[in-house]
């Protein structure tokens, strides 16, 4: 059973910052991709930041230059850290990691359970 645990998220104001964690447990062979995304309230969920297990890092547009995305290979761990909050960054976010069980395997893709996050005076 493989899962997958954020934490780091809370109350901030703009312009502030927070570091959400992801870990991820079980029995896998390796994790090939960790994401973050978010969903706000009315939208539809969205790719905040992705990194591949090479370290190749992705980003959306909204979020370049303000957060960062990373991870702990021994730890099974992925971090964003999000400098400069603004009000648009208020929402659920979300990890998700793509993994093999066993090696040259199928591919599997699981989702945390989310973590709030808002950024708000």
């Known amino acids: 059973q493989v899962q997958l645990v954020e934490s780091g998220g809370g109350l901030v104001q703009p312009g502030g910052s927070l570091r959400l964690s992801c870990v991820v447990s079980g029995s896998f062979f390796t994790i090939y991709r960790m994401a973050w995304y978010r969903q706000a309230p009315g939208k539809q969920r969205e790719l905040v930041a992705s990194i591949v297990s090479a370290g190749i890092t992705n980003y959306a547009d909204s979020v370049k230059g303000r957060f960062t995305i990373s991870r702990d290979n021994a730890k099974n761990t992925v971090y964003l850290q999000m400098n400069s909050l603004k009000p648009e960054d208020t929402a659920v976010y979300y990890c998700?990691?793509?993994?093999?069980?066993?090696?040259?395997?199928?591919?599997?893709?699981?989702w945390g359970q989310g973590t709030q996050v808002t950024a708000s005076s």
């Open positions: 998700r990691a793509g993994l093999l069980k066993v090696r040259a395997g199928e591919a599997y893709d699981y």
